[in-house]
């Protein structure tokens, strides 16, 4: 059932940015769930802030672990698997940035404060 | 529209900064230039221009420092932009010249200074502008909000006093307010333009806004997602009173907020009619309701 | 070429072309599974909708010309702009994409047919299908009128009460069954089906760009597919989803369009991008530059995408934090694209192009995309887009980025690729006249539609009144509209005129490098009489004489061997020849089967929901007929591939494309069931009125019961492939006995909890959603449970061996999935209410 072993290199073209999806899903989908638990600016957010720095920090450097990995495999390629190990490198090192792109907000904005942080209207 | 943007002008400032506070500084909605032009090309693209900027939904017409802030950075990126496209369309051009000399510069310089590092550094640019404290506005749920209820296709508004208004927004000039919103049915946008952004109006949700009207006057304002027929039609307007009028003008408000406003006027349109008769022809002929 | 090979190819030429093509007689048409039949059938049908599309904008600009318009009322005004962008997107983009990738696709990677023809077949009559409904609305009055999007609560039933909204969802949903066969099919296709030699790294640039392009049609739709299902069984049996009384939330709608909605626009942009990699090449006289940074440029693209879809809903009361995730995305998706745009520049300058015809659309392309992509930039700073969104200036936003980017290279390679349609070309004609009306007419359109928005019109508004300073922008809206119309026409005339009358040209007229252009032209039904090796990706370059060569056989695959179609099929990484893919013959068993699917849509539609059950049950009998016309009665010999090699038919292949079919399969459906849980939780945590006045009633026992019938069916199954590979025949029927009883159970015990065990439906979004889950869960387990019982038939009558094993196989991973998101959904559906009480 598993795939050949050249079709698995290919999955290594969606390694990195398979990382950057997951990341995004963490990031934003926790972030919505503890607002949607009720973490506001005055309480709750600060632990909030710091499960997701952790989380950002853990990825960006799954996505270190990743890279090194991918670099080990290109230098042992063969000449038929040679581009597909060098754009797997390329695309790991492409998603290492978009994750720390994606994950500044969390420094640097107030956690859950926005437009509907008020309770719905009893009337 | 650079140039013209720059045409010197006797009366006012004219680098685009300055040019935004002359249109900022228009003392009503419907804005006439008061400054004599020296150049009559001036004259020509001012008045050009500031006839296209003004109107009463007006985004470049700002009458609050929200709508500045973000006409100001409108104009900014239209100039970046510019550039940025002039810059792409010269070299695409350029490149048709026959190639007189050999073209004989790294790639991977290319692709890495302007593909890469150029679009990076002024993203990265653009994102700290927008994420600046001050450019999102805080919006705290605020006790005194004033309550606005969207329905198709009119709005009502319950004041901290308790009183109510229908299709007209009282409001203090020159401090911050802040409005609660919501629907009553389907989705709707809270939307004065000239004050600053807009806002949906989601039933079983409360938004919260916070504008300011720099001066009193009125604003006119409008539904801004589609809720149906009458979405064109569902306007309101927002009336800036100085703060030592507010309260009395509220209490006259009211008294006078009996009527509720006409729904849409139902028009014969000649083309629909026509397509309605064929339409409800063919049904019948297929045995369809 | 040499008398010799001259007679060679003629013979080759009688011999393959009365094979491939669809059959003559009166109805053969209809059973047609020929790529390239199909794909102009798509084509054409496509530019139908578009110029019925481009009708329908007309209507809207002549609304608009002037203040206070009485053209037409507010409700046909509604239907008139709806139609527009449902037409454009689903009916028009979509379609023609799926048309080009049928028809170039071979012949990019060297072979004479896609994975699965009577899946493109299938694909083509259910496209066909939903777009008749959809026009059949248009033309009795009821076409939807909720907009494009469809946001609830507005397309729900109180506010929508006929059947325009129900129209939309069946009909797009019925249009999307062929979106998602036609993904499936190209990501199999890219990965296997190519000619010899053809490594990744020597796959034209184009076939990546379509590889990109399937992979997010695949995770793209089903968002939009659960979406419709969920809003019409809201209105049609009153599930709750987005009534925010009962625990509903209308925001879910947004978030599930938006996120199909999002990525659908860039898979409508990458071919487009594609097609500018392909042409500008040819027309700049050298080869793409940096070709490994577009590969890499564009799967980046292709993910990045999937994290914008909230830039959509940026005024919707959303926290300050997930607006600048997605604020941060839409502005880093521009890295990728400013990439390709510097390559295709770089290409430029270091090429001597000319501007032929394609090439002025090319460079129409980068004068309104980029103007599209740096107002992208604009919209995607939060507070810039609270002013513009849903007016004008997102409108002009659009049209730039979707016109430029796809329908102008769309043009170009009509123009390009013109000589592989018809055999002719010429460069006089009123082609330069209309791009010129059609450019200009464009920019005046649309360019000061940008002030007409920062004015403060608003979108969607059927009439406006005077003094805004909305007259005179849209004034000139309206003539640029109609002078692009204008421009339209004559390009399509000249398109025709070109195709009766322009001379005929030698063959590569263009003397481009890929293997499209190594076939006589106009292109005969089967591409090639035999198969190239290539070593590069430029094969016409490196031999100009492989087209000759390839035409008399001295490929792979050289003419027919016995009565059945076939192709290569290769490694998917290093291009190794690996199987010989057999082809099927036409059949009427993809009309056959997409009638009555569209049966279920249509007597759902008109609330004959018995009809709808007893259809389905005929598709699912029709879709096991022809499962059952694939693979071998008998383990088949190798056989001659050329070049002394000798291959096996992929029925007694590992890594058949048919088992890579599954695969994909089995990513659509995780991502629509992924998007389902996400649907869940969506509700529980952030809709109103919640928690429920009721929960499900605690049910451990049925709960293990129901987790130990699925686990024993995953592993019975995977048992049977197990059994099957030791050629022990009565332990591989008991296994699948096992595995179909096993099914029965998981699917009686998933059924238990919404018929006797959860709240009513219709009481709250909660045990909506239960239901929901509990049908997905069923309905995976019932097909587990038919396909064991299939699989079994075939077995008995010698379908299945250890080398042909592709049935068990596929039938083992179904029933993987079904175990292992049954198991999800149990737990999901029994432990929520008991965090939720606490």
Redesign the interface.
């Known amino acids: 059932?598993i795939?050949?072993p050249?079709?698995r290199?290919?999955l290594g073209?969606?390694a990195g940015?398979g990382l950057?999806?997951l990341t995004?899903l963490l990031?934003?989908g926790g972030?919505?769930?503890a607002?949607?638990?009720g973490a506001r600016?005055e309480d709750g957010a600060a632990l909030t802030r710091i499960l997701l720095l952790a989380v950002w920090i853990a990825m960006l450097a799954a996505h270190g672990a990743l890279i090194v990995w991918f670099v080990r495999r290109l230098r042992a390629a063969s000449d038929?698997?040679r581009?597909?190990r060098?754009?797997s490198v390329?695309?790991a090192v492409?998603?290492l940035v978009?994750t720390f792109?994606?994950g500044?907000?969390?420094a640097?904005?107030?956690?859950?404060?926005?437009?509907?942080?008020?309770?719905?209207?009893p009337? | 529209m650079n140039g013209m943007a720059r045409q010197r002008d006797a009366g006012a400032d004219t680098d685009i900064p300055g040019f935004v506070e002359f249109c900022h500084d228009l003392p009503t909605h419907r804005g006439r230039m008061s400054c004599p032009a020296k150049s009559f090309a001036g004259a020509i693209a001012a008045t050009l221009l500031l006839g296209a900027c003004s109107g009463e939904l007006s985004t470049l017409d700002p009458a609050g420092p929200a709508a500045s802030r973000i006409a100001t950075l409108w104009w900014v990126m239209l100039g970046g932009a510019f550039v940025i496209l002039l810059g792409v369309m010269g070299t695409a051009i350029y490149a048709l010249r026959s190639a007189a000399k050999e073209r004989n510069f790294s790639t991977r310089k290319v692709l890495i200074g302007w593909g890469l590092a150029f679009p990076i550094a002024t993203l990265l640019a653009l994102?700290a502008v927008s994420?600046l404290p001050g450019e999102l506005l805080?919006?705290?749920?605020e006790e005194n909000a004033i309550?606005a209820q969207a329905h198709q296709w009119f709005w009502t508004f319950d004041y901290p006093g308790g009183e109510r208004t229908i299709d007209v927004l009282h409001v203090p000039a020159g401090e911050e307010f802040a409005i609660?919103i919501?629907s009553e049915d389907v989705i709707h946008s809270f939307w004065i333009p000239r004050l600053g952004g807009k806002?949906d109006a989601v039933p079983?949700?409360?938004?919260?806004?916070r504008l300011k009207a720099d001066r009193p006057g009125r604003y006119l304002a409008t539904c801004a997602e589609y809720c149906g027929i009458g979405h064109a039609h569902m306007r309101f307007e927002a009336l800036a009173h100085r703060p030592e009028d507010y309260a009395a003008a509220l209490t006259a408000a009211t008294d006078r907020a009996a009527a509720r406003a006409p729904v849409l006027e139902q028009r014969d349109a000649p083309a629909a009619l026509v397509i309605e008769e064929w339409g409800d022809y063919l049904l019948d002929w297929l045995g369809i309701t | 070429m040499s008398e010799e090979r001259h007679n060679k190819a003629l013979e080759f030429h009688s011999e393959l072309d009365p094979l491939y093509s669809p059959p003559k007689t009166r109805f053969g048409f209809l059973a047609a599974t020929n790529h390239s039949v199909i794909g102009i059938r798509f084509m054409a049908t496509a530019i139908g909708f578009f110029l019925i599309g481009g009708i329908l904008a007309m209507l809207i600009r002549a609304q608009l010309a002037g203040p206070n318009t009485q053209f037409l009322d507010p409700g046909q005004y509604s239907q008139v702009f709806t139609m527009h962008g449902t037409v454009m997107m689903f009916l028009f983009a979509i379609p023609l994409i799926e048309g080009f990738a049928l028809y170039m696709l071979p012949k990019l990677l060297g072979a004479r047919d896609l994975a699965f023809p009577r899946l493109s077949a299938f694909g083509y009559w259910c496209y066909l299908s939903g777009g008749l409904i959809l026009l059949a609305a248009l033309l009795f009055g009821v076409a939807p009128d909720s907009g494009w999007f469809m946001y609830t609560p507005l397309s729900s039933k109180p506010y929508s009460p006929g059947i325009n909204a129900d129209v939309w969802l069946l009909g797009v949903t019925v249009v999307e069954v062929s979106a998602a066969c036609a993904a499936i099919e190209f990501m199999a296709t890219v990965?296997k089906v190519r000619t010899g030699g053809m490594?990744?790294?020597k796959m034209p640039i184009l076939a990546w760009y379509l590889w990109a392009t399937s992979a997010m049609m695949l995770v793209g739709f089903p968002p939009l597919i659960l979406g419709s299902i969920m809003l019409e069984v809201e209105r049609a049996f009153g599930l709750p989803f987005f009534d925010p009384d009962k625990g509903g939330d209308p925001l879910l709608w947004q978030h599930l369009f938006w996120l199909f909605g999002h990525p659908e626009v860039y898979i409508i942009f990458l071919p487009g991008a594609g097609i500018v990699s392909t042409i500008l090449p040819v027309f700049a006289r050298r080869p793409l530059v940096g070709y490994?940074w577009i590969?890499?440029a564009l799967?980046?693209q292709a993910?990045?995408s999937?994290?914008l879809w909230v830039h959509h809903m940026f005024t919707t009361?959303?926290?300050?934090?997930?607006?600048?995730?997605f604020s941060?995305?839409s502005l880093?998706v521009v890295v990728p694209t400013a990439i390709q745009i510097f390559s295709w520049l770089t290409t430029l300058l270091k090429g001597r192009p000319d501007l032929s015809l394609p090439m002025l659309w090319i460079y129409g392309f980068f004068f309104i995309f980029v103007t599209g992509g740096l107002t992208g930039v604009m919209v995607a700073i939060v507070p810039f887009d609270w002013q513009v969104h849903d007016t004008h200036f997102v409108v002009a936003h659009l049209h730039y980025v979707l016109v430029g980017g796809f329908v102008f290279p769309v043009l170009a390679g009509i123009y390009h690729w013109m000589p592989l349609f018809t055999g002719r070309r010429s460069d006089k004609g009123l082609g330069v006249l209309a791009f010129w009306l059609v450019f200009i007419g464009f920019n005046l359109t649309f360019f000061i539609m940008h002030l007409t928005g920062l004015l403060g019109m608003p979108r969607r508004v059927y009439t406006y009144a005077e003094g805004l300073g909305w007259e005179l922008p849209n004034l000139v809206s309206s003539i640029g509209g109609f002078m692009s119309a204008v421009g339209f026409g004559l390009v399509l005339i000249d398109v025709l005129v070109q195709w009766r009358f322009a001379p005929f040209v030698h063959r590569n007229p263009w003397k481009a490098g890929t293997l499209e252009w190594g076939m006589a032209t106009p292109i005969p039904s089967y591409n090639f009489a035999s198969l190239a090796h290539v070593e590069s990706r430029d094969p016409l370059h490196d031999d100009p004489d492989l087209p000759a060569c390839l035409a008399a056989g001295e490929g792979y695959l050289a003419g027919h061997r016995g009565d059945y179609r076939d192709t290569l099929g290769v490694?998917?990484?290093?291009g190794e020849p690996e199987q010989i893919i057999l082809l099927p013959p036409p059949s009427y068993l993809p009309l056959l089967t997409a009638l009555p699917l569209v049966g279920v849509a249509l007597c759902f539609l008109f609330s004959f929901y018995v009809g709808s059950v007893i259809l389905a049950v005929v598709v699912l009998f029709m879709a096991l007929r022809w499962l059952w016309e694939t693979g071998l009665r008998e383990d088949p010999a190798p056989i001659e591939a050329g070049f002394g090699r000798t291959l096996l038919p992929h029925p007694a292949v590992?890594?058949a494309p048919g088992w890579w079919g599954m695969i994909f399969t089995l990513v659509f459906d995780a991502t629509f069931f992924a998007s389902l849980l996400f649907g869940y939780?969506f509700l529980w945590?952030?809709a109103?009125n919640w928690p429920p006045p009721r929960f499900l009633e605690p049910a451990p026992i049925l709960a293990l019961l129901t987790l130990a019938s699925l686990g024993l069916g995953g592993f019975a199954a995977s048992r049977a492939?197990a059994a099957n590979r030791q050629e022990r025949e009565s332990s591989r029927s008991s296994w699948l006995l096992l595995a179909a009883a096993s099914g029965v159970a998981a699917t009686f015990g998933l059924l238990a909890v919404p018929i006797w065990l959860a709240p009513p439906p219709t009481e709250h979004a909660y045990s909506a959603a239960v239901l929901m889950l509990s049908a997905y869960g069923a309905f995976h387990t019932g097909l587990s449970t038919v396909g064991s019982l299939f699989v079994l038939a075939r077995c008995r009558r010698g379908f299945v061996s250890p080398l042909r094993s592709l049935d068990v196989?596929n039938a083992?991973?179904f029933w993987s999935y079904s175990a292992v998101s049954g198991a999800i959904i149990v737990a999901v559906i029994h432990l929520m209410p008991l965090v939720g009480a606490a």
């Not at chain 1, 640097?108 to 209207?121: H, K, N, R």
Request: charged content about 10%.
């Open positions: 059932m795939p050949a050249t079709n290199e290919a073209l969606v940015f950057w999806s995004f990031l934003y972030h919505g769930l607002c949607g638990l600016p038929t698997l581009f597909v060098r754009a390329v695309l492409a998603a978009a792109w994606t500044l907000p969390v640097a904005l107030e956690i859950c404060d926005g437009q509907s942080v008020g309770l719905p209207d009337g | 994102m994420f805080p919006r705290s749920p309550r609660a919501t806002i079983g949700k409360v938004n919260h806004i | 990965l490594a990744l790294s490994n590969v890499a799967i980046a993910f990045i999937f994290g009361g959303i926290p300050d934090l997930s607006l600048a995730f941060a995305a880093l490694d998917g990484v290093t590992e890594q939780i945590t952030i109103p492939v196989r083992s991973l």
